[in-house]
């Protein structure tokens, strides 16, 4: 037999109040109208009754009682004929549902425009801001670098847009952006794609826009609509600077295009190949640029030429003594970096230099403090071929290759060893196109087997670099997705820093049981995973994501500065360099920073900095020193290095 059950009181009183609320607003009303005259009705008979000067009669009290719930209800509770009352009753009632209404009105006017102020919908009155277009995990570091760029003013914004609830915009940015100081962040709700959207945020009136690549194969796509959609927003030629980020060498015209002259597009894979195989000839130099590019430190800036208009470039180098000097802002827009001792400086010159900020940038002659003595003339030194080793493939593969090709002397050897093995690799033409400098052989393995890496004889090689492979039997590993013709995308793909992190565990224990430090250059895309990484101290990593978030907003800060990393990361031109001290002055002795200034100057180079090799391990500063004070006194030993802009 069924078993019994009693619903409680409170909950039998629910469910039927639940169901009067579902009868439509007229039973609604009725039954309102009901309960309040059965508490209004006995509520205003006690206080008659209970007033001493209330009338004796029955009638005036039942007139009493009337009056009070009048008076109660609003209806005036007037007295008289019946026509009289009736009339009165109407009136209060006319007048009670016109006063409801508009009240009505009022709070829904007042409840969508919050609602409307909720979901972001509300234009954003700046002049200044700074722009976000679209949202991906590079929109922390962007705002985070932003926030510190404008630490020094009073009253800053930076307002971001995407498609996705402002809410939930703000409680990310409030959780990974601890601090925002004088910085007000706005968060706008709607498609970056669409001009009329995008007047939200105002860009006609900012001074930079900046439009990340979100997530997944159409990313590109995507920026190259927001590019689009901001033009046909702001039409003409406008006052902000608009920096732009495609993933994928091939859509990187495209995106230029989209963005007009004005617009300055990164290209993440090029940017990344370019300072991999940078990083992976000079260890340590990940950390000079991440010193560089983050606000935090000493950056570019530019200063006017003031008194050094008419006098040479290399005089000027040792005329800061608090700033390093490394290039020249001709009057027409053009950057020139490292020119030649004896290039003239003009009155309409900006002096392109290195420093704490921009307030620090003082002239102060510093030539006094050279030291002839301890300068020395350079030995020469043979470049030889290397054995490099490449553990990974992915879609920025190709690149590595092109670029070591450029750097490398003849005769260097490479080896990759990747998921698909020789067949595979062969079958892309970018991976087998020929090859002047580098001799490329492809071998077939996983990299997170330790009996793989164990044939390798990793620590015979003079460096070794690891970029994302996505795990095996995915579509990108084994090349049967939409994008094999290119290779995996190294941001997107599921679990490539998850095998990066277990190659770098392996290749640990590998250098430990070889007692000895492997030269190892790594590529990531999430800088929480780098924090991860078993790795040394100071040990170089390539954060996709980090990087390209702090080199846009350097460019939206300062637009020259486009064509000066646009010179560093190419292989011809300028960059920069980790020598030995020992090539510059003499080492086992003090001597004040401008000593090496002077001697790299006669070398038609420019010192900006130093590495020191005892504290290459420790933190925070992982012995690099960027910019020092041309009077400080350091005392170098034979294997530290100089930081010098030099020709490649």
Known sequence: MAQQHTNPLRLRLRYRFDHLVAGGTATLIGWLALACLAVVIPASTVLVWADRRAPTSLSGRVTAVWVSVGQTLKLGGAVGSPVYVLASVTLALVALLFVSTLVSLITTGINGRIMALRRGHSTVVEAGHTVVLGWSDQI??????????????????????????????????????????????????????????????????????????????????????????????????GAAVVVAAVRDTRNHLTARLAAGPGGHVLCVDDIIARLLVQTARQPGLSLVYQELLDFAGDEFYTAAAGDLAGRTFGEALLAFTTSSVVGLLRADGGVVLNPDPGTAITAGDRIVLISEDDDTAVPQDAAGRVEEDAIVTARPRTALPERLLLLGWNRRAPLVLEQLDQFVSPGTTLDVVALGGETTLHSRPEAAAPRSRLEVSFHDGDITDPRVLAKLDVPSYDSVIVIGEPAPGTEAATGTGTGTEAGTDPDTATGTDDRTLVTLLHLRAIGEAAQRELSLTTEMSDDGNRLLAPAREGADFIVSGRLISLLMTQISESRYLADVFEELFRAEGNELHLKPVSDYVRTGREVAFATLVESARRRGECAVGYRLRARAATGPDLGVRLNPDKRERVRFGEHDWLIVLAES
């Open 140 to 237: 922390f570091p962007v705002i985070g670098e932003l926030v510190t760029a404008n630490a020094n003013q009073r009253r800053s914004a930076i307002a971001v847009l995407a498609p996705m609830d402002k809410v939930e915009m703000e409680d990310e940015i409030s959780t990974s952006v601890a601090r925002t100081g004088t910085t007000r962040i706005i968060c706008r709700s709607g498609r970056t794609t669409d001009p009329a959207v995008l007047a939200r945020v105002s860009p006609q009136t900012a001074k930079a826009v900046l439009v990340l690549p979100p997530a997944g194969e159409a990313g590109d796509a995507h920026v190259v609509k927001t590019l689009l959609a901001l033009d046909a927003a702001v039409p003409g030629p």
